[in-house]
Protein backbone atom coordinates (compact mmCIF):
# COMPACT_ATOMS: atom_id res chain seq x y z
CA UNK A 1 0.00 0.00 0.00
CA UNK A 2 1.16 3.48 -1.40
CA UNK A 3 1.44 6.40 1.59
CA UNK A 4 -1.72 8.75 1.43
CA UNK A 5 0.48 11.39 2.11
CA UNK A 6 3.52 11.56 -0.35
CA UNK A 7 2.51 8.12 -2.50
CA UNK A 8 5.57 6.49 -1.55
CA UNK A 9 5.82 2.86 -0.75
CA UNK A 10 5.46 1.59 2.92
CA UNK A 11 6.50 -1.10 5.07
CA UNK A 12 4.47 -3.14 7.41
CA UNK A 13 6.03 -2.62 10.62
CA UNK A 14 2.74 -4.91 12.86
CA UNK A 15 0.20 -7.09 12.12
CA UNK A 16 -2.84 -8.03 14.67
CA UNK A 17 -4.19 -11.53 13.11
CA UNK A 18 -7.76 -12.25 12.58
CA UNK A 19 -10.69 -12.76 10.75
CA UNK A 20 -9.74 -9.63 9.62
CA UNK A 21 -5.89 -8.15 9.94
CA UNK A 22 -4.97 -4.93 10.73
CA UNK A 23 -1.85 -3.20 9.73
CA UNK A 24 0.35 -0.74 11.28
CA UNK A 25 2.05 0.53 8.31
CA UNK A 26 5.16 3.13 7.91
CA UNK A 27 6.20 5.53 5.06
CA UNK A 28 9.93 4.97 3.78
CA UNK A 29 9.98 8.45 2.90
CA UNK A 30 8.37 10.35 5.09
CA UNK A 31 7.77 8.48 8.18
CA UNK A 32 4.19 8.78 8.11
CA UNK A 33 2.69 5.88 10.22
CA UNK A 34 -1.22 4.33 9.33
CA UNK A 35 -3.30 1.49 10.20
CA UNK A 36 -4.91 -0.85 7.50
CA UNK A 37 -7.41 -3.49 7.65
CA UNK A 38 -7.84 -6.33 5.64
CA UNK A 39 -10.91 -8.59 5.10
CA UNK A 40 -12.48 -11.22 3.27
CA UNK A 41 -14.59 -10.02 0.25
CA UNK A 42 -17.08 -11.42 -2.00
CA UNK A 43 -15.27 -13.61 -5.21
CA UNK A 44 -17.90 -12.26 -7.25
CA UNK A 45 -17.20 -8.89 -6.26
CA UNK A 46 -13.90 -8.73 -8.56
CA UNK A 47 -15.80 -10.40 -11.37
CA UNK A 48 -18.57 -7.06 -10.94
CA UNK A 49 -15.98 -4.43 -10.46
CA UNK A 50 -13.79 -5.09 -13.26
CA UNK A 51 -16.51 -5.45 -15.95
CA UNK A 52 -17.92 -1.84 -14.76
CA UNK A 53 -14.64 -0.67 -14.48
CA UNK A 54 -13.99 -1.44 -17.90
CA UNK A 55 -15.81 2.12 -18.75
CA UNK A 56 -13.51 3.73 -16.72
CA UNK A 57 -10.12 2.13 -18.06
CA UNK A 58 -7.73 4.52 -16.61
CA UNK A 59 -8.72 3.33 -13.26
CA UNK A 60 -8.84 -0.64 -14.18
CA UNK A 61 -5.07 -0.29 -15.37
CA UNK A 62 -4.27 1.67 -11.95
CA UNK A 63 -6.20 -1.84 -10.55
CA UNK A 64 -4.25 -4.17 -12.58
CA UNK A 65 -0.66 -2.03 -12.30
CA UNK A 66 -1.15 -2.37 -8.52
CA UNK A 67 -2.06 -6.04 -9.01
CA UNK A 68 1.38 -6.77 -10.57
CA UNK A 69 3.22 -4.78 -8.51
CA UNK A 70 2.01 -7.19 -5.60
CA UNK A 71 2.96 -10.12 -7.25
CA UNK A 72 6.27 -8.98 -8.60
CA UNK A 73 7.60 -8.32 -4.78
ZN1 LIG B 1 4.98 9.19 2.89
Same mark, same amino acid.
Given at each position: ?????????? $??????????? @? $?? $??????????????????? @???? @??? @??????? =???? $??????? =?????
Amino acid at each position: MYCPKCCSKT $RVIGTVAGQTN @E $RF $RKCTVCGYSFQTVEAIKYD @EYWK @EYK @ESSIENS =LHFN $RIKKYGN =LFTAS
